[in-house]
Antibody, heavy 117, light 108 residues
Framework: QLQLQESGPGLVKPSETLSLTCTVSRGSLSGGTDYWGWIRQAPGQGLEWIGTIYYDGTAYHAASLKGRLTMSIDRSKNQFSLKLTSVTVADTAVYYC?????????WGQGTLVTVSS | EIVMTQSPATLSVSLGERATLSCRAS??????LAWYQQKPGQAPRLLIY???IRATGIPARFSGSGSGTEFTLTISSLQSEDFAIYYCQQYSIWPPYTFGGGTKVEIK
């Protein structure tokens, strides 16, 4: 069964860049045609889609984050990543990566990223 | 952007009872709807996609219905492990994918 695992710093200072990586195991990005997504959840709040990347690197972003969000994919490492620049306290959330078959059928456990000085 | 609205925000149900959760889309999304269950401290789990198809390993007591703008998730006989927050998500017109605000199913 496909497994995903987020990794990255749990604390980021305001105005700095949040960087997260999702490693896929028991499955492969290489040669696949899947989409891979990022979803976040602010404390006590609902789910917010933030972006999706296709296996060929084509990326789609939430409009609210455009200009700050960059996504990439490294099929040789079975990883995909996000970078969110100029973070504020409003970016504090649990960040999930997931396989994106339109619906999200396999999720990472999530990683809490806190934006604080 | 398609707005998804879930009701009620909280549903109080006794063990063994039926639970009916609603999700409404701001415009027609055909059957392009998924349902998720989320327990505290856990990632969401896919329950239903294409409005009515159960995901792998999901018990038969979970069923989805609807099309267009009105959708329903029914849990036929609530078990203790079903108390959680449930979200709907549309994928008809994206970006963006959009989620409803969630329905919390709690013990009555």
């Amino acid at each position: 069964q496909l497994q995903l695992q987020e990794s990255g710093p749990g604390l980021v200072k305001p105005s700095e860049t949040l960087s997260l990586t999702c490693t896929v195991s028991r499955g492969s990005l290489s040669g696949g045609t899947d989409y891979w997504g990022w979803i976040r959840q602010a404390p006590g709040q609902g789910l917010e889609w933030i972006g999706t990347i296709y296996y060929d690197g084509t990326a789609y972003h939430a409009a609210s984050l455009k200009g700050r969000l960059t996504m990439s994919i490294d099929r040789s490492k079975n990883q995909f990543s996000l970078k969110l620049t100029s973070v504020t306290v409003a970016d504090t959330a649990v960040y999930y990566c997931a396989r994106n078959e339109n619906w999200f059928d396999s999720w990472g456990q999530g990683t809490l990223v806190t934006v604080s000085s | 952007e398609i707005v998804m609205t879930q009701s009620p925000a909280t549903l109080s149900v006794s063990l063994g009872e039926r639970a009916t959760l609603s999700c409404r889309a701001s415009q027609s999304i055909s059957s392009d709807l998924a349902w998720y269950q989320q327990k505290p401290g856990q990632a969401p789990r896919l329950l239903i996609y294409r409005a009515s198809i159960r995901a792998t390993g999901i018990p038969a007591r979970f069923s989805g219905s609807g099309s267009g703008t009105e959708f329903t998730l029914t849990i036929s006989s609530l078990q203790s492990e079903d108390f959680a927050i449930y979200y709907c998500q549309q994928y008809s017109i994206w970006p963006p994918y959009t989620f409803g605000g969630g329905t919390k199913v709690e013990i009555k």
